[in-house]
């Protein structure tokens, strides 16, 4: 996993926590709320109904228009009944019937608020009532009764959470955006210091690592330039060690060990020629040392490019080194100059 993932998972993990110690306490306090509005918005409808309804218990077309204009504030049902309990107003049309059976109707008869939940068998499904009683003259002349399906309640504070979740989730999605741009930020100069130690890695000893990001990447990348500077150096001292040693070493000792090989065939005593053939080996030993020195020193350079020699000092080098070995055959080496 990188680093810009693991970033990126911690942050998510961390919006997450938040969100969830936040929203959930929110959720369930907005549920209450919108729960508390409801039912406050029912009484306080019902009480204004039941206010105006006070003098018009026997004007059934003004409390019709009272019935519907609650009905249509609060999405709800709004009866009126008089004292016996017979309906005089209906928001939904109704036939006039009695409700006088009703607990909730003779709660507000008896000249109080009652507003509760119950089933309701005609409508199969759980209402929210809220009954207020009628007052003319300081005696009670009806009932005012609202009600509304719970489920279209719940559906209403379903919505509200729905839209703090909605919220919670942009908020998170819009956290997670930035996070995953801090985390590319971060891992970013990371993924250009491991580009760049790769290039160095295959012999580019110029490249240089850009200064950027934190602090502490800042002083990564500079640590990082300032040894690969003196990487540079010291293989750039090695080189020259390399070619130093290659033309100033190998030369003279090919030359010493053919000028003994020569003074081995001129040797007028035994003794001589063992001394010169030990010294012979010497050299030879030598040279090869000389050699696996060189190819250690060469280990993990990148091949050098190509360059324009001279053949004619080549072959004139390569002359003064044979012509030893020449004289002792009683040979003589030419150089011709083209």
Same mark, same amino acid.
């Given at each position: 996993?990188?680093? *810009?993932?693991?970033?990126?998972?911690?942050?998510?993990?961390?919006?997450?926590?938040?969100?969830? &110690?936040?929203?959930?306490?929110?959720?369930?306090?907005?549920?209450?709320?919108? @729960?508390? $509005?409801?039912?406050?918005? =029912?009484?306080?409808?019902?009480?204004?109904?039941?206010?105006?309804?006070?003098?018009?218990?026997?004007?059934?077309?003004?409390?019709?228009?009272? &019935?519907?204009?609650?009905?249509?504030?609060?999405?709800?049902?709004?009866?009126? /009944? @008089?004292?016996?309990?017979?309906?005089?107003?209906?928001?939904?049309?109704?036939?006039?019937? +009695?409700?006088?059976?009703?607990?909730?109707?003779?709660?507000?008869?008896? %000249?109080?608020?009652?507003?509760?939940?119950?089933?309701?068998?005609?409508? %199969?499904?759980?209402?929210?009532?809220?009954? /207020?009683? /009628?007052?003319?003259?300081?005696?009670? #002349?009806?009932?005012?009764?609202?009600?509304?399906?719970?489920?279209?309640?719940?559906?209403?504070?379903?919505?509200? #959470?729905?839209?703090?979740?909605?919220?919670?989730?942009?908020?998170?999605?819009?956290?997670?955006?930035?996070?995953?741009?801090?985390?590319?930020?971060?891992?970013?100069?990371?993924?250009?210091? =491991?580009?760049?130690?790769?290039?160095?890695?295959?012999? @580019?000893?110029?490249?240089?690592?850009?200064?950027?990001?934190?602090?502490?990447?800042?002083?990564?990348?500079?640590?990082?330039?300032?040894?690969?500077?003196?990487?540079?150096?010291?293989?750039?001292?090695?080189? $020259?060690?390399?070619?130093?040693?290659?033309?100033?070493?190998?030369?003279?000792?090919?030359?010493?060990?053919?000028?003994?090989? +020569?003074?081995? &065939?001129?040797?007028?005593?035994?003794?001589?020629?063992?001394?010169?053939?030990?010294?012979?080996? $010497?050299?030879? *030993?030598?040279? *090869?040392?000389?050699?696996?020195?060189?190819?250690?020193? !060469?280990?993990?350079?990148?091949?050098?490019?190509?360059?324009?020699?001279?053949?004619?000092?080549?072959?004139?080098?390569?002359?003064?080194?044979?012509?030893? !070995?020449?004289?002792?055959?009683?040979?003589?080496?030419?150089?011709?100059?083209?």
């Amino acid at each position: 996993m990188s680093l *810009r993932t693991r970033l990126l998972v911690a942050f998510a993990y961390g919006y997450l926590l938040i969100l969830v &110690a936040l929203m959930v306490p929110l959720a369930l306090n907005l549920a209450r709320r919108v @729960d508390a $509005e409801v039912r406050n918005d =029912a009484a306080g409808q019902a009480h204004i109904g039941a206010a105006q309804a006070g003098g018009s218990m026997d004007n059934r077309a003004q409390l019709r228009g009272l &019935a519907r204009s609650a009905a249509s504030d609060l999405g709800a049902r709004v009866i009126v /009944v @008089d004292s016996s309990g017979l309906m005089r107003a209906d928001s939904a049309g109704g036939a006039a019937r +009695s409700f006088s059976t009703r607990p909730e109707i003779r709660t507000a008869l008896g %000249g109080r608020t009652a507003q509760g939940e119950r089933h309701s068998d005609t409508l %199969g499904e759980d209402l929210l009532f809220t009954t /207020v009683p /009628v007052t003319n003259g300081g005696r009670i #002349v009806g009932a005012v009764r609202v009600t509304q399906s719970v489920g279209a309640v719940n559906d209403r504070v379903r919505r509200s #959470v729905l839209v703090l979740v909605g919220i919670g989730g942009a908020a998170l999605a819009i956290g997670l955006v930035l996070a995953w741009f801090l985390a590319d930020s971060l891992s970013r100069p990371l993924r250009r210091l =491991a580009h760049t130690a790769r290039r160095v890695e295959e012999g @580019d000893l110029d490249a240089r690592a850009k200064v950027e990001g934190p602090t502490e990447q800042r002083e990564v990348a500079v640590a990082f330039n300032d040894m690969t500077e003196r990487l540079g150096i010291v293989l750039a001292a090695q080189r $020259e060690f390399v070619a130093n040693a290659s033309h100033q070493l190998r030369t003279p000792l090919t030359g010493l060990r053919l000028r003994l090989e +020569s003074a081995a &065939a001129k040797a007028d005593s035994v003794e001589l020629e063992r001394e010169l053939a030990a010294a012979e080996q $010497e050299v030879e *030993r030598l040279a *090869r040392l000389l050699n696996t020195l060189l190819m250690l020193a !060469r280990e993990g350079q990148t091949p050098a490019k190509g360059r324009l020699v001279s053949l004619g000092l080549a072959a004139k080098h390569a002359q003064e080194r044979w012509d030893a !070995r020449a004289e002792q055959q009683d040979r003589r080496l030419e150089l011709t100059p083209d």
